[in-house]
Nanobody
């Protein structure tokens, strides 16, 4: 299984970015996939998740601003980020697991991880 993130960039407060995660070798019909982030000196936190039934979950800090989606045919996971804030600055990772996660924003439940893409938001 390979997950490859892209789309990280620098943005100003209020701006938008779209992250992509290309997935290969992942053939489970029941799954959860998610976006996580880690800022310098902080623990990794769950940002958004989506499962094989299309059920989504979001961290409170990004609700209404970020949208997770998936393009199953192309096996791509997206994270649309709008109204960016400096506190969104972090390395963003996509992750996947077989089966639906009962706590979809908990990173320890995910087995497969990408290498990350950096998002920097300046005021």
């Amino acid at each position: 299984v390979q997950l490859v993130e892209s789309g990280g960039d620098s943005a100003h407060t209020g701006g938008s970015l779209r992250l992509s995660c290309g997935v290969s070798g992942f053939t489970y019909s029941r799954y959860s996939m998610g976006w996580f982030r880690q800022a310098p000196g902080k623990e990794r936190e769950g940002v958004a998740s989506i499962d094989s039934d299309g059920v989504t979950a979001y961290a409170e800090s990004v609700k209404g601003r970020f949208t997770i989606s998936q393009e199953n045919a192309k096996k791509i996971l997206y994270l649309e980020m709008t109204r960016l804030k400096p506190e969104d600055t972090a390395m963003y990772y996509c992750a996947a697991r077989e089966g639906r996660a009962w706590l979809p924003l908990m990173d320890y439940l995910y087995k497969y991880w990408g290498q990350g893409t950096q998002v920097t938001v300046s005021s």
